[in-house]
């Protein structure tokens, strides 16, 4: 069992709303989202396997190792998939 202090989850709690505002003062937007998205598409339906797996990358916003090598992709419905990672 995980047995903490309530003291002790409150340090933690803190700890992870400290990483996470630091994470959110760091975000960068996207200048321009749809071209981005046109592009990951056609990346998609190309027959080259590297840029098959960069499209892949953008639009699930998985990380390139995961795709290739240890994630697995489960058809869930027509628009939509399940993402297990080993």
Not at 35 to 53: I, K, N, T
Request: net charge negative; proline share 3%.
């Amino acid at each position: 069992m995980f047995n903490l202090s309530e003291g002790e989850w409150v340090t933690m709690n803190a700890r992870n709303q400290g990483v996470t505002q630091e994470r959110l003062m760091q975000q960068v937007l996207l200048k321009d989202p749809d071209g981005l998205v046109e592009r990951a598409l056609s990346l998609l339906f190309s027959p080259a396997w590297a840029d098959l797996v960069v499209g892949i990358a953008v639009c699930t916003g998985r990380r390139l190792a995961e795709i290739m090598k240890t994630g697995t992709f489960l058809v869930k419905e027509p628009y939509t998939v399940w993402f297990e990672d080993r």
